[in-house]
């Protein structure tokens, strides 16, 4: 014990956990993107990385003109937008385009297999992770590449504690969310209906909602949020198609452990990831490259003690 | 008496039924079902357990792979999706209720009006609603799983209202719920219809409520009509009397 608090101080502990909260609210992106499929259809959805990769590449292509061997056998590279402000055109645009192509995603990939056993549409999950990370690898390559940036590069000094402005703005964009998606399930007709349709199929086709599309629009959603989180990342891991894969990992920890049904919950448990793996890493020996393992142990832990997560409510579905 | 019939646009009944056949995988349950409901009475399909009186429902609302021709107002409606021939104007509360548990009592009968755009009808449809079922009032933001079966059976039928429909499809209301309760809901349906001219269909295991409502009946022995007539006329019927009058 005195080796590991040899050189404490609060003030390093407060950065820890602020800087923690940073990477945390990255997952937590992430990890909203896994509820909104999850919600929809009870799949924990594997290639949710690599599609928020995908979209980080096409945003990077519009910003920077760099559309890969695509761009370069047809020759449109070196088009891209020369504006100011064009980190965040590019990124919206990506954003919506990843919205599309989420839905496209359902149509061509899941609904095949609507009403098949879970687990083919897991396979099927993990069919779509190594087709998207093939296709970003063969399209850039596999070096990396920058993607800069959101957020100014500076940091403000709160009382010996910095906060950078990069962890700000990504924990601000998730809370954006976080609040958006609440609203929207909450208090909006189409969102009420995919609530429904995903608990109730039956009694929400018998009222005239045409629950396929519900779910369709669910991948949209999900992809497009997902997109978000690959664009925050990107700047701070660099762009490459494996980019997401610690990530997922994590963003899968955090859904467990908030609950995978609550987005509030998702937000709270990658949070909490964040500051843990943050401290663990800082304040036991070696500890970061127990970082991983440490995931896997929560994930294992909470489903063995609570498996409905800290904010999800026990199983009360399928009655 | 039974109320004249009413005759749909092609001269037909609203719905109309001919030689309906139906399986669940090798296990047919309909052997050739002919049913017809005219516009704005109220027609049950009485049988026992087990008769094909709930598939003759799922059939109309395509939740089951049908031979045969089912026509809503002249249209052909054969093995439609259940969510197409909901936005056509039929309502099927289902049995068991299909109540939506996890949502509150409001946003179940918004789901009712989920088709409509109309919000000012809408708002007056929850007060029609809310005019039969005044507990629904106060009681708008508790969650459904909370209400007893009775209320759950009142809450789907005002879901079911909430879609302005043309024909109201009604899979055995009294399932699980006591004498009294069942006669109020009973009441309740009699007077929708009287007051709203709404056609309906009903499913029923208890044939004197039933009979007691309905202008037209049925009689569904294992996948087949064995029976047709009046109300009035069932009613007296000596093999209805004793197999489902319980005389």
Redesign the interface.
């Known amino acids: 014990m005195d080796l590991l608090l040899a050189g404490f101080s609060f003030t390093a502990l407060i950065q820890q956990i602020v800087s923690g909260a940073g990477a945390g609210a990255v997952y937590a992106t992430l990890a909203l993107a896994l509820v909104l499929i999850y919600r929809a259809m009870d799949v924990a959805n594997f290639a949710q990385g690599e599609m928020a990769m995908f979209s980080t590449y096409i945003a990077y292509a519009l910003v920077g003109g760099d559309f890969g061997l695509v761009g370069a056998k047809l020759g449109f590279n070196g088009v891209h937008l020369g504006v100011a402000g064009a980190f965040w055109i590019g990124s919206i645009v990506a954003v919506v385009a990843s919205f599309g192509l989420g839905i496209l995603i359902e149509r061509v990939l899941i609904r095949p297999f609507e009403g098949a056993p879970l687990l083919t549409l897991v396979i099927v999950t993990l069919g779509l992770f190594s087709m998207v990370n093939g296709l970003a690898g063969f399209n850039w390559g596999y070096v990396f590449k920058t993607f800069c940036c959101p957020f100014p590069q500076s940091a403000v000094n709160v009382g010996g504690v910095s906060f950078n402005y990069t962890d700000l703005g990504i924990i601000g964009v998730t809370m954006i969310i976080l609040a958006a998606m609440a609203l929207f399930f909450r208090y909006t007709k189409l969102g009420l209906a995919m609530r429904a349709a995903s608990l109730y199929p039956e009694s929400s086709r018998l009222v005239g909602v045409r629950t396929s599309w519900m779910l369709a629009l669910g991948w949209g959603l999900s992809a497009a949020v997902g997109a978000v989180s690959g664009i925050l990342v990107a700047p701070v891991v660099f762009l490459d198609p494996n980019m997401m894969q610690s990530v997922l990992l994590f963003a899968f920890a955090a859904a467990v452990l908030g609950g995978i049904e609550s987005p509030l919950g998702a937000v709270v448990g990658a949070l909490l990831i964040g500051i843990l793996l943050a401290v663990v890493g800082t304040y036991v020996p070696g500890g970061e490259n127990l970082r991983t393992p440490f995931a896997l142990l929560i994930i294992v832990v909470v489903l063995l003690v609570r498996p409905a997560g800290l904010l999800g409510r026990p199983e009360t579905r399928r009655v | 008496m039974a109320p004249p019939e009413v005759a749909g646009r092609n001269g037909q009944a609203l719905l109309q039924l001919r030689d309906v056949h139906a399986s669940y995988g090798p296990i047919r349950a309909l052997h050739g079902v002919s049913v017809s409901v005219p516009s704005g009475s109220i027609v049950a399909l009485l049988g026992a357990n087990g008769a094909g009186k709930t598939t003759t429902l799922r059939a109309v609302?395509g939740?089951v792979k049908t031979q045969g021709r089912i026509s809503f107002d002249g249209r052909d409606i054969t093995n439609g999706?259940?969510?197409e021939v909901?936005?056509l104007g039929i309502?099927?509360v289902?049995s068991g209720r299909?109540?939506?548990?996890?949502?509150t009592v409001w946003?179940n009968l918004?789901?009712?009006a989920?088709?409509r755009r109309d919000r000012g009808a809408i708002k007056r449809d929850f007060d029609r609603v809310t005019g039969y079922f005044p507990w629904i009032r106060e009681r708008r933001q508790q969650v459904a799983?909370t209400l007893s079966g009775g209320e759950q059976q009142m809450l789907a039928i005002g879901?079911a209202l909430m879609?302005r429909p043309r024909l109201l499809l009604l899979d055995e209301p009294s399932l699980g719920l006591a004498p009294l309760i069942v006669r109020q809901i009973f009441e309740i349906i009699a007077t929708i219809n009287r007051e709203e001219k709404l056609s309906t269909l009903v499913v029923e295991q208890n044939a004197n409520l039933a009979l007691k409502i309905a202008a037209h009946a049925y009689v569904l022995e294992v996948g087949r009509i064995v029976l047709e007539g009046s109300a009035s006329e069932l009613a007296r019927h000596e093999s209805v009397r004793k197999s489902y009058l319980g005389d």
Not at chain 2, 98 to 103: E, N
């Open positions: 609302s939740m999706r259940p969510e909901a936005r309502a099927h289902p299909g109540t939506m548990t996890q949502l946003e918004q789901m009712g989920y088709m799983v879901r879609m």
